[in-house]
């Protein structure tokens, strides 16, 4: 089973920049695609953005593509999400999450789901 911490959020204004960390528990030759969903209050979960094991494929939602930037360091079993131009809809809990295989899904097929870190993006 995989365990999942998330960090790097906080409060920005709008414009600004945040960047999140996602570390997953030690697996070695594990096939893993990683992702980032968020949840606004009173929302449903959306998918943001998904990298492959190799971090050669990405998969952004239309609303975050050329802003956000999805990356992952497999050495430290870490992925990143760096969030530029944030706009107060990006106000969220944002989940990151693995699945096994090569896809980046950006349905809620993932296997795995971290605790949530908030990002909160005033006027």
């Known amino acids: 089973q995989v365990q999942l911490a998330e960090s790097g959020g906080g409060l920005v204004q709008a414009g600004g920049s945040l960047r999140l960390s996602c570390a997953a528990s030690?697996?070695?030759?594990?096939?893993?695609?990683m992702g980032w969903f968020r949840q606004a209050p009173g929302k449903e979960r959306e998918f943001v953005a998904a990298?492959?094991?190799?971090?050669?494929?990405?998969n952004y939602a239309d609303s975050v593509q050329g802003r956000f930037t999805i990356s992952r360091d497999n050495a430290k079993n870490t992925v990143y999400l760096q969030m530029n131009s944030l706009k107060p809809e990006d106000t969220a809990v944002y989940y990151c999450?693995?699945?096994?295989?090569?896809?980046?899904?950006?349905?809620?097929?993932?296997?795995?789901w971290g605790q949530g870190t908030q990002v909160t993006v005033s006027p």
């Open positions: 999450a693995v699945r096994y295989g090569f896809a980046v899904l950006a349905t809620g097929n993932y296997d795995y």
């Open positions: 030690e697996r070695t030759n594990s096939r893993l695609t």
């Open positions: 990298i492959s094991p190799s971090g050669g494929s990405t």
